[in-house]
């Protein structure tokens, strides 16, 4: 077999092999210190694959392909930040995940929850959350501090319209 006849076959194998590389973003992102960026981007260097640029609350993104992108999303949230994947053509997502809000009439209500893995790094982080909490209808008080694993929330309120105000602020978390 002549070397110029196996030239088309390698060829082909390499444009297979090459996977174009996508743009996306996650907006809506926590991100008020270099704390908060120094946490996003440890995450970041945990998928492979994808590179990050922090923009304020927006993460600039590029990747081999959607899951990727998905999967930073995920990686995310356990680490305490939430944000939505945005949709445009050509980018990681054409219907972005949306959080959706609870009807304050048919949420049931509670009178505690503990909301733990929140990125809580610093006083501003402690702020944000403290405000967004506070405009959570029936919250009565937290206890929220820097840098805390966890931290109580006490009145009588929907535990999902809680998570639903985290989210919005850009905070991951769970809450129980």
């Known amino acids: 077999m002549k070397t110029s006849s196996l030239i088309p076959i390698v060829l082909a194998a390499l444009v297979l092999n090459v996977r174009a590389e996508i743009t996306g973003s996650i907006s809506g992102v926590h991100n008020c210190c270099r704390g908060c960026e120094n946490a996003i981007m440890k995450v970041a260097a945990t998928v492979s694959g994808i590179s990050v640029t922090p923009k304020g609350g927006t993460l600039n993104i590029v990747a081999k392909g959607k899951a990727d992108i998905k999967k930073f999303q995920d990686k995310l949230l356990d680490a305490g930040f939430w944000g939505e994947i945005d ?27 503990t909301v733990s893995g929140a990125h809580l790094c610093c006083q501003k982080c402690r702020d944000m959350v403290m405000d ?3 405009g959570v209808p029936g919250v009565k008080s937290s206890d929220v501090m820097p840098d805390v694993k966890s931290f109580k929330v006490e009145g009588e309120f929907s535990k999902e319209e809680l998570e639903v105000a985290l989210r919005k602020a850009g905070f991951g978390g769970k809450v129980k």
């Open 132 to 134: 967004t909490v506070k």
């Open 87 to 113: 949709a445009a053509p050509g980018s990681a997502s054409e219907s972005a995940e949306k959080t959706t809000s609870t009807s304050s009439a048919s949420a049931k209500k509670v009178k505690t929850a």
